[in-house]
Structures are given as C-alpha cells and as structure tokens.
C-alpha cells in the first residue's frame, strides 16, 4: 500500500453496509477503506459472507443498510460513475476460444467508449502476453487465459481490480506468475485490488493486508504480516527425553507443551521466557540440543481468530 495511504482518498470505502434476506442478517456493519497500490485479501469461513460484499460492491446485490463508494461516487446514487471504476473476474475469465487474445481484447473494447489500439496495446504488455497475444485463445494456458483475464478488465482505465478465486486451476507457476504480476500491477498502475481466496498460503504471500469476515461481521482489517505475529509464540525445545521434559515445566512453570516426538516439545511462550524454560530444564538435568520459534503461517493465524473453520 502506498506511504500516504492515510492521506489519500480510498478507492473503496464501505460504510455500515449491512445485508439481511428476510429476518437473517448476511452482512452485519462492515466499514472499512481500500486505497490504490494494495492488494486487499477477503478472507473467512465458509458462510462468513466474503461473496455477498463482493456482490454489493459491484452493484450485483442490493444493500439493505449503509453505502459503498468507489472513488467517492456512491452504488447507491452515482452507479454508473462509481461501477465505471472497477475491472472484476470472477473465477476463470470466459474467452472466445476460436479468436486471437488480441480479437477478444478488440471485441470487448468495442464495449466501451474511447479504448483504442494503443490502449489494447499497454494492458497486453502489462499482463506480458505481448509475444503469444496473436495465436488462438484455444492455445493459451490457463495462467495466459488468466492473465488476459486481467487485460480485458483493465481495458477502461479502472481504479480498482476485482478478483474472486483469481488461483483456481492454476499450476504453482502459474500461481507464483500471476501473485507476481498483481503485485507489480497495483504499484505501477496505483490499482486497488481486491482478492478472494480459499488459498492462505497464497493470499499471505499475495496480499498487503486483508480483512477477515465471519459470520457477516468483520473481525479486523490490518496488514498480513502483523496479523500474523499477533497471538501466542510458540517454540520448539530439542531435548533427550520430550516426555521428562514436558513434565518438569508443567509441573515448575505451569506451562502446557505439546509432545511433537520422543525428543521434541511445543510450548506456547513469549520470545522473553525462553531463558525462564531453558534453566528449568538444566535444572531437571534434561540435556537441550536446541531452541527454535515456530514460524506462524497465515492459516494458523486465521484458525486462532476464527475458531478452527474453514475457508470458502
């Protein structure tokens, strides 16, 4: 996200938007801003309403409460200005097979006012399919597909870029390209992107923050990688005998550790009390042949928050 986030304008601001199908609330009071240049990751457990806001924010799904506006124009007052500001794909981007990438970029254009062959031209090599951008669609891989995906939602000029399930059906190359390619997109061309995704390990490594829903209601919005590091540490001790050991600290420093195997325990503690354990242990005569911290991953972190449920 750029620097000046905090003084910029938001490309999409959602205020107290609410949803509610007869007498259930879907969506319950979700605020938050999303500002050009960042990558902003939807997540949550299934049911959690990541799509239905999705819905809301493209005009597909009525507001029951509340405003979404995109680049200061209201869904609700201004549609049309504020819905000409957004690119969206919606899982894999449907193409005529039979055609060139290049003639479903023109047939598209054709759509909307004012693009021209220059303009086809620039988002054909923002997506780097300039060299295979004139053979068959039918010949793609489902990555070029995916990228030309991209180049057709970015034809008009749009400030923010949506993408629900933008990995589906991808290799891990595939996969590793088009994370690439989102990041440098949202910097050179200052686009909001959205993305949702039942992928955490890729959404760690693809977003700059994200926004985690459940049940209708949001929990927080902060950066990946201080969301992350919230929650309790945890590390790993290698010692001769894991079971004496899990004893001696439960039994001196009250502390519950897990058993990984004969030589290994799991204690959920603060980087600063290492030193507390590790005297205990000597003390206990239990030779130590190693400390470590547990890296936390972004699924860990979420199954923390959310309870252990899974992803949509």
Do not use: W
């Given at each position: 996200m750029s620097n000046n986030a905090a003084a910029e304008k938001p490309a999409v601001r959602l205020e107290h938007v609410t949803k509610r199908i007869g007498r259930k609330t879907i969506i319950d009071d979700l605020s938050f801003d999303i500002y050009g240049g960042e990558v902003f990751g939807f997540l949550g457990p299934n049911g959690a309403g990541k799509t239905t806001t999705i819905r809301m924010i493209v005009g597909l799904m009525r507001m029951s409460k509340g405003n979404i506006y995109i680049q200061g124009h209201s869904i609700k007052g201004e549609f049309k200005?504020?819905?000409?500001?957004?690119?969206?794909?919606?899982?894999?981007?449907?193409?005529?097979?039979?055609?060139?990438?290049?003639?479903?970029?023109?047939?598209?254009?054709?759509?909307?006012?004012?693009?021209?062959?220059?303009?086809?031209?620039?988002?054909?090599?923002l997506v780097e399919l300039q060299d295979r951008i004139h053979e068959k669609v039918k010949r793609y891989s489902l990555g070029m597909?995916?990228?030309?995906?991209?180049?057709?939602?970015?034809?008009?000029?749009?400030?923010?870029?949506?993408?629900?399930?933008?990995?589906?059906?991808?290799?891990?190359?595939?996969?590793?390209?088009?994370?690439?390619?989102?990041?440098?997109?949202?910097?050179?061309?200052?686009?909001?992107?959205?993305?949702?995704?039942?992928?955490?390990?890729?959404?760690?490594?693809?977003?700059?923050?994200?926004?985690?829903?459940?049940?209708?209601?949001?929990?927080?919005?902060?950066?990946?990688?201080?969301?992350?590091?919230?929650?309790?540490?945890?590390?790993?001790i290698q010692v001769d005998d894991g079971r004496l050991a899990a004893q001696a600290v439960g039994e001196k420093l009250s502390i519950d550790s897990k058993l990984i195997d004969e030589t290994t325990i799991e204690l959920p503690i603060e980087h600063e009390k290492i030193p507390v354990v590790v005297d205990t242990l000597v003390m206990s005569k239990i030779r130590i042949y190693g400390v470590a911290a547990v890296t936390k991953s972004l699924e860990d972190r979420f199954l923390e928050v959310t309870g252990g449920k899974s992803v949509e």
């Open positions: 200005k504020a819905i000409s500001q957004v690119g969206a794909i919606v899982e894999n981007p449907e193409m005529y097979k039979f055609l060139t990438g290049y003639q479903n970029l023109v047939h598209y254009a054709r759509m909307i006012p004012g693009i021209t062959k220059a303009r086809i031209m620039e988002v054909v090599e597909r995916q990228r030309l995906g991209v180049a057709q939602a970015l034809l008009h000029h749009p400030s923010v870029l949506i993408l629900d399930e933008p990995t589906n059906g991808l290799d891990p190359q595939g996969i590793h390209d088009l994370r690439n390619y989102l990041h440098e997109l949202s910097r050179k061309e200052n686009v909001a992107i959205i993305v949702s995704s039942h992928l955490l390990s890729e959404m760690q490594l693809m977003c700059d923050r994200i926004g985690i829903l459940q049940k209708g209601r949001l929990i927080g919005v902060e950066a990946v990688d201080a969301f992350i590091e919230k929650g309790a540490a945890k590390v790993r």
